[in-house]
């Protein structure tokens, strides 16, 4: 039996990982979730969806006795907060799933210049393995600091990675247009996420300077084997869940669009949550809405000599505590999709 | 192995039913899918979200080769269609559930004075069984024909239930207040299921001559062993799915918040599947997106005499195909909760 | 030229009525627009809709100097807060239009009962009037504070006061059921506004002890020249503006739905604002988006005898904003009318 | 006294154009509504939004007799609809302004390719003005037939336009990726405007082959005086109106954002519906929601050399009806203005 520990269990990418784990079959527990906010509340009158599921409660951090209760840590905390755990926990002897962007990125620089904050432990920075199964599957396995991806990122390299792999595209076209729904801001209330500023509103916001901009570039620089720079672009739409990452690349070389969702299909063919959308379709939000799958689709604008590439995933799914799910059944030798293999919710 | 066929599978109540049953952990098998629209057509190229889970098409509808097909049918047809196939399916020793009205019913002229239609097989609406468990999950057990409860039905009666039971209430008192998401309107478009229409709007429908108000009267009359009568306004609201509905009754005698809550705790405190919230918490829709939950709660407003109760139900969900696999499971001899134990999606 | 201060002009109802008075035809003057939180700013940079509209900046409250800035004070700020600064404005000889609760009610210990404040100026509850012209247009022409009605109140009276004033209605029978957008909660970030609280939800919130539950009842007692208690359960629907209200009155004798209608139509033949609907059609709030109309419409249910009758407004238009320029114009001698003939905006 | 008649006034466009006119304060007259689907009803049942406004009824079309009742048209029918009717109307010394796309394009084949209809009356798009004031204002002023532009090309052009006339952007590089409500698709219900399917959710659609393509292009070719081709991705997201074009265009000299905004209001400074956003600040649909304004913004992204730029429109108001109104009131010498000081409607 595994035992799971949940650090900032209360918000949106804690809660749906509990929605998540209720249903794995695997022998897993959820041994602990801690909670700043409602510690010593039952999790399901915090949570109501999931009443019926959990009598426990939020309980408050003592990172010192985590090592008792449980055999892998899930930090769903912000940045900054993570590295102030992440040493202490792993020198207890525990695994860590890290919702947090602290060691996703390789580069200490990178991450001051674009988080700035001063990293405190830059050595596992190059020890962890970023969580993306579709790019790290073995060494997800064997890691003890997983860093789960962003969900722009996942989208983003998802879309893109196959066409840089392949060379077709000129790696410095490369421009992310991503469509959000505003759970990604976490449940905290404020301006930002008023139903009256949201609804029947659309929006950028962090142009150029959104943190996510540097994991994309690290991942597809990583394929490429050399160094890329991405023009990214988040926008909030009407919407709780969901992310739609529109991907614009400039072709080196003429393809149908064909051809080009063939790149599609042979990258990802033994991929069990890349769904790729046969010529003419696009994906949508919805189709993934809840889920741990991302679907990709395209179209080539041969006037323009541009592949148009879209992924859509949910952003607390695929995005966050799917891909948590998933790497946990790497790590613990699960099936990779236990758990997982429950489908969108349309309509 | 227990093989069952879906009639009208392409609809929102039959495609619900589907993502609901590929994660059925019992011995049954979707053998097929009609779709009148999409006959010939990959069921997951029509419903994108279950890519990856079904890769068999919608079929035309061949009735009498159902019993080579099938054990069980599921009719997912509107009213008329329902009764005009349910006769020769039943002729041929196969089981029904029929998510129609057709069968709802008990007596033909209130059906005929209701729906304006002649019903043209009334002695099957006394032996169908009306397909809420909790009032009937016996006769569902060894049931040939059940008849799926409406979803405002279903969310109305459960929450006037107990209270009519008790016999605390006044039974010429209740006024059912219902808000409901579009689903429940089906996937055929229409001026009314437009977003543009939908969106920033409320406005009541249907009112005093809605369908549902007799199927709600016959079940709260049967609890009473009297006749009752109630006045139902069905609404709605900017949501694809959810219904609260919001019941008023008049009390005949005193009673605290606390003290009726208690009737709902001891009135459910076996069912699997209905949630009764406490004492100053009510149900929200949301709670239960997605799932077959059915979350009740009230507040007595001792001024004015009356209980405000409450229930929060996924339309397509407990409304519709939760029920369903709720009633397909006590039919096979399945767990009740086998396929369903699935929290709703928050945030 | 009538100048015009509004205290507390960066809320939703401050800012609506900046929006109505920008268009208003008549001599008078924004003079005046404060705000704690946005002190110093750019009214149009913090309300990017007032772009090129309005150049001047929010101010701090000086609440001595008023008298010589302006004519008239809009008061846009909670209850409790208005009745400490009522009394000195007054003493400054100038009018208000109150906004809050503070001077709705005529009885002190109601108001302390309700909103659980000490009143500190109750000798003004009996000479305020309460601002709905449909019932004190005279009053509001030379009145010194006028109280505007609160949101759920305008619609809840408007629907049902032309059967209570018949006679044709059991008084304790009346029951209010009321749908909202979000907007009456105002711009402060909670819990409660979080868009992913809000979308895809329905619930109902303070059953039985909504303050506007005496408003309502005070004012359908006057009509009825006997005291009222209603029931009134307010409900939070997927929507940024608009109130649906649906009010359930029990009838003392038969009338036909034309009949009831017909009640309306004579009842408010004269009335600016208020548009009955004709018979089989229902209000919705759309239809009166932005504007400052209440549509209203009905359906007797002749098997249960009631009256269901509807009002919808926009809550910031003629549930607020609309209502005080309608009372300016009344005061200042306006056509009723002007600034606020602007049709809802559909779709 | 100018009368308008209105030819498909029940549509979208058409009852935001009567939304508009019943407040526009010059010396014009809706002397004729034509409807094809509700010719005969009362406008004000049809649209109820406009009770109380306008008693009159939607007539069927006789085109012979326009002449005889108005003194200009406004088309607002399909396009290929339109070009059948247009010859007629001007033969009857009758100016038009068109809603739909058959003027707007100047060369025939273009016109072919993109919409897959022979043009019939070729002659015509030469003379035929398109009506962006931003461009063409004094063609517009003495047009006999004004080509009303499309709501895509209206943003794009609006947003890119500047930046290609200075010369500093690659003229090959233009992406304009954008994002919708769902309104642009008219009140006639189809599976894409359902609303269970929008809800929730974000898909582009027509990559490559939308056709406000050959628009923008033509207008932004027209400005840099020589061929643009534009990569153009349109995607739905859950609004009923709005939209956000956001604009990518590579850099050939470095620039500042607050030089490039700079560029923005020198260009626009004298333009009452363009509103220039300062630094750091990005236009959202919602502060134009309901109005004629269009609002831009923009960022350099200096680390890919490119400028991200940004405009907001309502797709029905600047995008449709309002530039009607606009165009309208240069063409019979009201204010350009008249009618159309309206801000939106926010929160």
Redesign the interface.
Known sequence: MIKIGIIGASG?SG?ELL?FL??HPGKLEIALCTSETYAGQRID?V???????LSSKFEALDIDSLKDRVDIVVLAVPHKVAMSFVPQILAQGLRIVDFSADYRLEDAETYEAWYHVDHTSTSLMSTSVYGLPERYRDCIRSAQLVANPGCYPTSAILAAMPFVKHGIVAL?SI?V?S?S???GAG?K???N?????????????N??VHRHTPEIEQELSAVASEPI???F?P?L??????I?S?V?MQLIEEISTEDAVAIYTNFYENEPFV?V??TG???????????N?C?VGL??????R?I?A?A?IDNLGKGAAGAVVQNLNLMFGFKETDGL???????
């Not at 949570?47 to 599921?53: A, H, Q, S």
């Not at 996420?193 to 916001?205: D, K, L, P, Q």
């Not at 739409?237 to 969901?242: C, E, I, K, L, Q």
């Open positions: 949106y809660s929605r209720v249903n009158s949570l109501p969806n999931l009443r019926g599921f410095d421009i247009d469509k729904g505003i759970s449940p209330p404020s301006e996420t008023h139903y009256a500023n949201r609804e029947s509103n659309c929006i950028a916001y142009i150029g720079r991405v023009t672009t926008h739409v009407p919407m709780t869940r969901g739609l529109t614009y769904r959308l046969p379709t696009y994906p949508q939000t919805k189709a993934v809405l809840g889920s799958y679907d179209e080539v604008d041969a006037r323009t541009r148009v879209m859509a293999k429950v489908p969108g919710m349309m309509p």
